[in-house]
């Protein structure tokens, strides 16, 4: 894996993630399947809200190398 910073998912944001917003669309993804969008400290609460409006189950935590 590279050593280079992850940048957030939030389109048009360049900075540098450091939160894993884990998610899931029931009706489509096996239980024990989850995607993973990365984000900055500014756009954390906007992904984890548009994820929660469509109630899919979501999960933050901060970022590692493991959920990068």
Do not use: Q
Not at 18 to 47: G, Q, S, T
């Amino acid at each position: 894996m590279s050593d280079a910073p992850v940048e957030c998912s939030r389109a048009g944001c360049r900075d540098v993630a450091v939160w894993a917003v884990r998610w899931r669309n029931p009706r489509i993804h096996a239980a024990d399947r989850r995607k993973v969008w990365v984000a900055c400290d500014a756009h954390v609460a906007y992904l984890r809200e548009f994820l929660a409006a469509r109630d899919f189950p979501v999960e933050v935590a901060a970022l590692t190398v493991e959920s990068a």
